[in-house]
């Protein structure tokens, strides 16, 4: 695949001069032409001496205190490069409430090819706490009119650092057929697998199933009734 950009801003004021100079970067700037990534750099279309690997244009981009933005378009009939992600999660529950706290919690995602390994993992666990946050907190509460109850930050209840045990992330890395570099999408998969994970492990513990979320003290500490009845013949 290949990526044509018709614009490119911002590269820097200062470059090395091994890589570019300022006058060779203003040509950059004010040029028309288009310009082409590869799977090493981006160079002119028609003039093959002016190209910059993509180590040169971060360390610009690092130097020049600045950035790059840049239009592209991209082959519609791509395949998507499909993202996997799981959870293993260890958890402590009191019976006596309903809350679960989490011990310890490992991500697992196929991210394709980690190029910045760094925020592959960080999006890893920030994904993770989110998913956390669905699995045992976030709820919209409205009242009998139909008026949500818990609209600000204060009411509406996230995860904090307080609430979350250290997020293992552990990167594997399985190229993906099609899009450069074989990279995979690692901003979404790892919202999806917490809740499951957790529900399943409440399973595991407790042989109780939840199938709603979030899965709130109250919610487990009623399912854990309904359950020791059933088990009594109630």
């Known amino acids: 695949m290949t990526y044509i950009i018709s614009e490119v801003q911002g590269c820097g004021s200062y470059l090395p ?77 009191d019976s006596e409430t309903g809350k679960m706290e989490l011990l310890k919690f490992t991500a697992f995602q196929d991210a394709g090819r980690a190029v910045n390994p760094d925020q592959v993992q960080g999006q890893m666990q920030g994904g993770a706490a989110q998913g956390i946050g669905w699995a045992l907190n976030e709820e919209y509460v409205y009242d009998d009119q139909g008026r949500l109850r818990n609209a600000s930050f204060l009411d509406y209840r996230m995860p904090t650092a307080l609430d979350l045990p250290m997020i293992d992330a552990v990167i594997t890395e399985v190229p993906a057929d099609d899009g450069p570099y074989g990279i995979r999408g690692v901003g979404e998969p790892p919202i999806v697998p917490p809740p499951a994970a957790i529900a399943n492990a409440l399973k595991n513990a407790t042989g109780v199933r939840l199938t709603q979320l979030p899965m709130s003290p109250e919610r487990v500490f009623w399912a854990l009734q309904e359950k020791g009845h059933k088990d009594k013949g109630d």
Do not use: C
């Open 17 to 93: 001069k091994e890589f570019m100079t300022n006058d060779e970067l203003a040509e950059i700037i004010d040029t028309s032409d288009e310009w082409i990534t590869s799977r090493t750099g981006i160079k002119q279309r028609h003039v093959a001496e002016k190209s910059m690997t993509f180590e040169e244009v971060a360390r610009a981009v690092i130097e020049g205190s600045t950035s790059i933005v840049a239009r592209a378009s991209n082959d519609p009939n791509l395949k998507a490069a499909n993202g996997y992600a799981l959870n293993i999660v260890d958890l402590e529950l």
